[in-house]
């Protein structure tokens, strides 16, 4: 398999280059299972972030990094599902469609949770900015607390995201076209 090798937080890692089209391959950065990225990765965001009260990050692959962020800061996260859950009391949502995935998705975000975001400065965090859409879909439910995003931030920034100025990020991740 082609892989992309890449220095993310001063650790190198391959990552595998994976087929999204008949013209597109990108650059798989899995999470998961890699505390060393993880950690590594969570205290240089901390370092580039403005202050924060909290951390919402969408479900999926960003979980870890949200929760060592949040161990590192000492400030809560929460999880924009993919489901509502039981134990939700009046959850919003929206919805979003990745380039990662193949269908439109939902977010949820429990209603309690949102009221504690309500005038406070929150991170909107991923694992990957590609083409932003998870992260403006995270972004419209906590604005619907009154959140005041002070920072969207991933590890890395893919393709076109990476001339974001808006975005805090550690490192770009090219798309790989062919014919």
């Known amino acids: 398999m082609a892989t992309y090798k890449m220095t993310i937080a001063g650790l190198e890692r391959e990552l595998p280059i994976c087929k999204v089209n008949d ?27 403005p202050e924060f009260d909290f951390i919402v990050t969408p479900e999926a692959k960003s979980i870890p990094l949200a929760y060592e962020m949040s161990r590192q800061s000492g400030k809560p996260y929460f999880v924009c599902r993919k489901g509502p859950k039981l134990y939700m009391q009046k959850p919003v949502h929206i919805d979003v469609r990745s380039i990662t995935t193949d269908k439109v998705q939902t977010l949820y975000l429990d209603g309690l949770e949102g009221e504690q975001l309500r005038n406070k400065r929150v991170i909107v965090l991923d694992d990957v900015i590609s083409t932003g859409e998870s992260l403006n879909a995270v972004m419209k439910l906590v604005e619907q607390f009154d959140a005041n995003v002070v920072a969207k931030a991933a590890i890395l920034a893919e393709g076109d995201a990476a001339d974001r100025d808006d975005i805090v990020f550690l490192e770009k991740l090219p798309l790989f076209f062919h014919d």
């Open 23 to 49: 013209k597109l391959d990108i650059a798989g950065f899995i999470i998961f299972g890699d505390v060393e990225i993880t950690v590594a990765s969570a205290a240089e965001l901390i370092k580039k972030c």
